[in-house]
């Protein structure tokens, strides 16, 4: 094995100019595999995140005629003491009561959410996102962005909503939150838990508890113990998985085209290697024969080409490897959007790194295997006659 190992090293040396040139296309493969799944992936935890990051991902919600939960501080108490906990992030009560804003021209319908700050900060990051003002107290309440900007309200105005049991309320404007997405800057005002029960008079009761969970992509599962686990009447576990097929069916499209794309890299590269050393058989076929005539066995013959096509994989596995990243890197820091920010971030998947090295290391070893079992069957009187 040594001495095959030290002929596959004289072979490469001798034609350096050729062997840089496989090494050179094994990496361009490698780097576009690697280039295009960590972009796809990139991708695809910014859609992610930009969807489903800041919002609930698991919701209890409520099946009763009034869409209320009624003891919702025990159930709260029983999710936090239950083992489920290890795969739940955060767990916020919400009470959501639809209202009018009838202190402008427009009388706009809005939702009126009411929260504990403490924890939806953990979902909807709230403090982060207070462009002016301050969290709302008792009677208060923070409005979206647009919303501000479309009624010219400011901050310390007073407004009045009706609620839909038809009451009035005076509620003072303590901030002005943009949450990045227009649609819930318009539509969603913000205030306490307390003031928005007063609001809906349902004192002591919410609609629903929002969760984020561990790993996103296990929501469904999570909602599905969680169903199991709590067993109370009215009420019902709803995920985001379930009410977003179609960002799903677009991730896993998303996938499959990257992993396509990535397959055929693959193939031509071994190919190449495969069609290049099969052509060094034939260039070093009087080499290869004098080394049998000297009584090499056909297997050493073989392994000499193994050990080509494995030096030349892992050549081309790392300079691919780093080429890929350089892509990477550079792509994010020049592909910027209107904010500054990069098009897609760059997440560094180390075991999809790892393993795109281990494929082009193994397409490489792969690839020699024929070039190699022509090199057996090469026998010293074939050469001799051939010349």
Known sequence: MKFAFSVAMRFLLSSKAQTLLIILGISIGVSVQLFIGLLIQGLQIDLVDSTIGNSSQVTIISTRDDRTIMDWQELIQRLEESALMTDITVVSPVLESPVFIVSTETSPSVIYRGLDFDRADAIYGIKDRVLQGSLPGRNEVLIGKELSEELELLIGQTITVLSSEGRTHQLVISGIFDLRVAGLNRSWVLGTLETAQTIAEKEGRISAIEMQVLEVFDADIIAASLAGAIEVDGIRVDNWKDQNQQLLSGLQGQSISSLMIQVFVIIAVALGISSILVITVVQKSRQIGILKAMGVTDRTASLVFLFEGALIGIGGAIVGVLLGLGLSIAFTTFALGPD??????????????????????????????????????????EVIRNG
């Open 340 to 381: 500054g920010e990069p098009v897609v971030g760059l997440y560094l998947n180390y075991g999809f790194i790892a393993l795109s090295g281990l494929i082009a290391f193994g397409a490489s070893v792969i690839a020699a295997v024929i070039p190699a079992r022509r090199s057996a069957r090469l026998t010293p009187v």
